[in-house]
Each structure stands twice: as C-alpha cells, then as structure tokens.
C-alpha cells in the first residue's frame, strides 16, 4: 500500500447497538475493497475483525478491532467498535483516535439504547458523524419508519443520500440523491453495480430530495447562502465543493440504507466517505499539554513525531501489541521516543498495518495513520510518545466508573502469582476493568462496566494465564457496634514453669455516635495497675476492634475505659496485659447489646420517565428508600439510598428493567443497623464456616 497523506486517510469508527451489523458492514467494505476475496460469517466465526476467540465463541464484538484497506485513492482505517455497554471502553479509545463517526442502526430495530449512548460518545469526542441503515434485505425492513425513530433521535437535519428502492429479501437497489440515480447492485456479493437515471415516481422523489440537499449544503457556509440566495440554486460544482464542509459541521447528517450482508449499498457508501469525509486534516490542530503545564498543540504538518497509545493487546504470537495514531510526523523502526507520562524512553519496534489478526509489516507509520507496535516496554493505553526535544501530553480517555463489582475465587492452591500478573496484564490492556485485593474481606474484587465485562475479564484469565478461577459474589464490609453500656473483668494468669504471666483488667464500653470511630481512656486511680501498661491494654482491645466479635467484622463507634485491674510485681507484662484487655473488650462487648452495622449506598439512576416505576419498585424490593426525582437532560435521575448487600449485579438487573436505556452510579454514604432477622443469619453463617474451617 502506498504512503498516504494526511488529506488522504479516513480514520472510521464503526459504532452502535449490539448487534446492528457493523462486523458485517466492515467485512462488506473489506471485500468492496479487494482487500478480502470472500466474506466472512459472524455466526460462522469467519470474520476478518471477530477474531478473537471470545468473540468466535460469544457471536459478537467484545474488542475494537483495526481493519484497514484502499479505496478511491484514500487510505480507509476502519475501527470495528463493540455494540454492548460492557465493552464501552473500546469505544471510547476508538472514538478518541478517529475524525469520522459511523452509526450503524438496524433497519428493522431502529435505533436502540447503544445507539443513543455511541452518538453521544461521539459527540462529545468532536466528532463529525454518518448513519448506516443496515439490514434493509429483512422481511421486516421499513425504511421510512426507521428514518422518522432516527431523526426523532438525532435531529431533523439526518438526511438520506441514499434509499431502498426495493427493501425486503429481493433488496439490491438504492435511489442515490446526488447523483439522481437508480444503483443495481449484483447478487455475488462483490458491492458491484449499474445505473440508470431515476424515472417515474423516483425521479420526482430524487428531485425533492436533490433540492432539499443543496439547501442543506447552502446553509453551512456563508458564501454558497449569498450564491444560493441569489441564483436561486447552485451549480453541481459549487455544492460539490461544498458539501465536504456541510457534513463536517453536521449543517446535515448523512444517511446511507445498506444490506452489509449481501454487499447492497456499500460501495456507495465508501464512495461519500472517500470524497467528502472527515480526514486528519481536518481536525488539523489537536489540544496537548506540556509536561510543566502549558497549553500546546500537535498539527499532522508538524515534523516532530506526535503519537499516543489507545489500545494495548496481549497475545501469545507477538506479545504486546500497542496501537497507536500518529498525530504528527512519523515513527520508524528502531527509533526513540520520549514518553512524558512515564518520564523514559521507548525504543520503537516493528511496525505494522493491521486486518484483524494479519500483521503486514511496514517500515514507518506516517502523520493522520493508525497502525500498531510491539515490545513497548513502559508505555500503556492512554500514554503519548513524542520527540525528547518537543514533549507534549495528548489528553487520555475518561472512562466511566465501575458500575459492577464481584469476587475472584481460585479453585487450585498455588496459583496466587500467576492470577496476579494475570490480571495486570488485562488492566494494562482494559484500563475500564479494575482489580484490588482487599485486606479485610480476604478476596480480589474485580469491577467493570456490567456483568458480561466480568465474564469475559475472567474467560482470558482462564485460557492466557492457564488458571482456574470462578467469580463470586463478594463479601459485605458489615461492622459490629454495641447499643448498651457494659463492664467485663478479666484476668489472665500463666504458669508454664519459668517466669509466670499476670494481668486484671477492667473495662467499661459505651456505645458512641455513629461514624466517630474507636476512642480508648484510662480512668486508673490508686496504684492497682502501672500506667506503663495503659498502652499494652490498649493494644489487645485494638486487636479485638479489628478482628471483630460477632462475625469477624471491624467494631466501630466504641467508648473504651481502662478503669481498674491488678498486677504482680514479677509475673505481669506487656503481653499479659495485651491477652487481659483483649479478653477483658470481647466479654464487655458481648454484654453490651451487639449489633451489626451494614454500609449503605448512594445510588443515582439515569433513566426515561416510562421506566420509572418499575425501577421504583425495584429499588423497594430491595429495601431502597427514594431520596428524590429530578429531571435533567430529557431524563429522570433518580436518586436513592440501598443497602450494599442488594446492589450486587443491580447494573445487569437494570438494563434488563430498563432495555438497556438505565445507567447508575453508586458510591457509599453511611453504616446503619442491619435488619434483626439478617444479623441473625449473617451470624449464623460465620460460625457455621468457622466449623466447617477447624473441622473439615
């Protein structure tokens, strides 16, 4: 393939609902191309971007894959974008490398909660945006009604350069507006075809539509107004000209009607991207940052090398894979780059163009290209790479929190370090999947963007890293507190032949206000106990604080006093007095009225008004109590407080309630006393495990 510049190169994001067709339309674009000589088949796992095992598996895009290809002299680099909420992450890193949005939306569906959310990820990424009607050969295919949902959608100005003229399982030809043309597409799914001009009711629609366009293009320059205004029209080279600019500022939004499948409408499509669509060139100057803070900016013209990471990828073959845009200059072979995020360097090694799986090696990658590199030894997605002599910082990707959480479970000893740098691996190549392992619970917590993000955070797990794991719900970090004032005394005395152990201790506990945590006072009077051992006392009720009472749980909101004991002149010692006063807090607490404390979260739910009720009542069954409504945005927020206990895999529960339309966030708000009947089960399952522990 020969070097392309900048003005020459269609950097593609592929994005929309689950299932909408975008591999399929990617696959068509590749074989209108030359660039494969047979498509490939989802179902069949035969796809030139599905190829991932996962994928093959599951039928369906769970990474966004590179595919690149030649058409019209232009340098296509297709970004094939997950459609499943789990996998926005892709997305998003596609989103920020792209200078072209493409919307795929089922001709039969319409648009979907996927399509909503993609569109609006792509506005906010700046970008300019086409919608793809694919699918328009279903039984069930109508076109004018899709368009009326999409336009409700997305706005008025959507606008189709392309329509079915036949739509159903005979579909092969569409009305073609700039050109005024009737397209016959041949049933070999090459994407070949035939004209004619328009004629009959067509040729009346075509010239409707033929005025309707050139008034949209008039409109989004000041210039081809005044000429339109005044001439009554425009030549076909001046809105030729200018219907590049129209679409860049989205003055109207094209539409194309496709059937990917069968390769009906696609190379049209190609055709206006090749022409008319968004390049590198366009979105010219890029805000970066400096290292000490300064604002900058990265031109393609600019001859220092710009480049920044958006995708890393682990496989067996080649190792890490890093994918890249180069926003300026080039990047070679053996070269250097400085990293500024990291503070070193970078030895650039091979080079490549991607389809897929097939790596086609390249000597460089130029200004406006996308491509991907191996061996990177410091560098991560999100990090830019630039000359020493000029650092800058490309703004990384925000990506959302975590809106599910669960537990990793190992089913074979001794996997510990393997299961570790497991998952560093897939959070240096999945930045919006998170792992921790939490001390007090005694479990690795991973969180990611929905219940399918987990499942398949832990199928790589399995099949890369040969571990054996299983996710589980995690554990609640509960507390334990008293509600009455009690006393205990306790005494601890050793004999074991040599120097002997001795301490008393009294203590008195009183419950405190809720969140104001541990305090501990002495109210010693007399000579009864050295003040040398007030710390010693201290430290067992500690221990006993953290280890818990009930059910292994931290104890919080306790007044503790040390007010008597007693010592022996030999025999008493730190540790004896560390022993009395641990055991002196565990039976003061047991009389003190103990209870069990559960965390409670804020939840905020984003969802339309029609699926309020039943996410009202959701929210109830699970001892949710509503805290407001608001309405923001065309949307109901409402807001909530649940217990954590009930929140587990609530994302999932969600999009079921809501089609996929609902969104949450949950973050923690306060400890308040669990429900008598759960304390009492909570308590029976740990002694029931502490049982099962000792005796296997």
């Known amino acids: 393939m020969k070097d392309h510049s900048p003005a020459d190169i269609r950097n593609i994001a592929l994005i929309g609902h689950a299932s909408c067709g975008k591999t399929t339309l990617s696959e068509a674009m590749l074989a209108c191309a030359g660039a494969i000589q047979q498509m490939g088949n989802v179902a069949a796992g035969t796809t030139v971007s599905d190829y991932q095992e996962t994928e093959r598996k599951r039928q369906f ?43 795929v939306v089922h001709a039969v569906q319409g648009p979907g909660s996927g399509s909503d959310a993609a569109w609006n990820h792509a506005g906010r990424a700046g970008l300019p945006k086409m919608i793809v009607v694919n699918g328009c050969d279903k039984p069930e295919a109508y076109f004018e009604r899709v368009l009326g949902q999409i336009r409700e959608h997305f706005g008025p100005t959507v606008f ?27 049933a070999d799914r090459s994407g070949r075809f035939s004209e004619t001009p328009a004629a009959g009711p067509w040729a009346v ?62 190379a049209r499509l190609m055709d206006i991207i090749a022409k008319y669509g968004a390049s590198p060139v366009d979105r010219n100057q890029m805000a970066a940052g400096h290292p000490d803070g300064r604002e900058t900016k990265v031109a393609p013209t600019d001859p220092d090398p710009v480049c920044q990471v958006f995708k890393t990828l682990s496989e067996a073959q080649f190792g890490e894979l890093s994918f890249l845009r180069v926003h300026s200059g080039r990047i070679k072979f053996g070269s250097e780059l400085y990293n500024p995020t990291r503070g070193g360097t970078e030895k650039i090694g091979q080079c490549y163009l991607l389809n897929g799986k097939t790596r086609k090696a390249v000597p460089e990658l130029c200004a ?31 990506y959302p929190k975590p809106n599910i959480h669960a537990a990793l479970h190992s089913l074979a000893p001794g996997e510990e370090d393997k299961i570790a740098a497991g998952l560093a691996a897939l959070h240096r190549e999945d930045p919006a999947f998170l792992f921790q392992v939490d001390d007090e ?21 399995r099949h890369r890293h040969n571990v054996h794991v299983e ?13 009455t004032p009690a006393e205990a005394r306790y005494r601890h005395k050793k004999q074991t032949g040599g120097a002997g152990q001795f301490a008393e201790v ?39 604080c953290q280890e818990g009472i009930l059910t292994g749980h931290r104890v919080v909101d306790v007044r503790i006093d040390f007010f008597d004991g007693k010592m022996h002149p030999v025999d008493s010692k730190d540790i004896a007095f560390q022993s009395a006063g641990y055991f002196a807090f565990r039976e003061a607490f047991s009389a003190a009225n103990p209870c069990l404390l559960e965390p409670v979260h804020s939840v905020e739910v984003r969802i339309p008004e029609e699926f309020l009720g039943r996410v009202m009542g959701d929210l109830s069954s699970r001892r949710g109590r509503i805290q407001g409504i608001d309405t923001e945005a065309g949307v109901q927020v409402l807001k909530a407080r649940v217990p954590a206990k009930e929140l587990y895999l609530y994302a999932s529960k969600l999009r079921s309630l809501t089609g996929g339309r609902g969104t949450h966030t949950e973050t923690f708000s306060h400890y308040e006393e669990a429900p008598r009947q759960q304390q009492a089960k909570i308590i029976e399952d740990y002694l029931r495990s502490r049982t099962e522990t000792k005796h296997p």
Do not use: M
């Open 61 to 103: 895009s769970v990474s966004a894959s590179l595919l690149h290809c030649q058409w019209l002299e232009r340098k296509f680099n297709l970004l094939d974008c997950p459609g499943y909420a789990d996998f926005l992450s892709e997305s998003l890193g596609a989103l920020r490398v792209a200078d072209l949005a493409l919307l």
């Open 205 to 266: 629609r075509v010239k409707e539509l033929h005025r309707e366009l050139i008034e949209h293009i008039a409109g989004s320059q000041d210039g081809l107004l005044e000429k339109f205004l005044s001439k009554g029209g425009l030549s076909e080279n001046e809105w030729r000209t200018g219907i590049h600019q129209a679409i860049q500022n989205q003055a109207f939004i094209p539409l194309f009607c496709t059937s990917a499948q069968a390769n009906v409408g696609v």
């Open 441 to 461: 619970l005694h479990q690795t917590l991973l969180s990611g963007q929905g219940e399918l993000h987990l499942e398949v955070v832990v199928e790589r797990l």
């Open 368 to 398: 406006g290209d996308i491509g991907a590199v191996v061996k990177l030894k410091h560098t991560h997605t999100g990090d830019t790479l630039c000359a020493a002599s000029r650092p800058v910082l490309l703004p990384g990707v925000e």
């Open 160 to 186: 189709p350069i392309t329509l079915p003229v036949n739509p159903g399982p005979s579909f092969n030809q569409v009305l073609d507006v700039p050109r005024s043309e009737i397209i016959t597409y041949q």
């Open 471 to 483: 996710l589980i719900e995690p554990r609640v970090r509960y507390r334990e507190t008293i509600q």
């Open 506 to 544: 009294c203590l008195r506990l009183e419950p405190k206000q809720r969140d104001t945590g541990i305090e501990f006072t002495q109210s010693l009077v007399g000579q009864n106990v050295d003040r040398a051992f007030v710390p010693s006392v201290e430290k067992g009720a500690a221990r006993a």
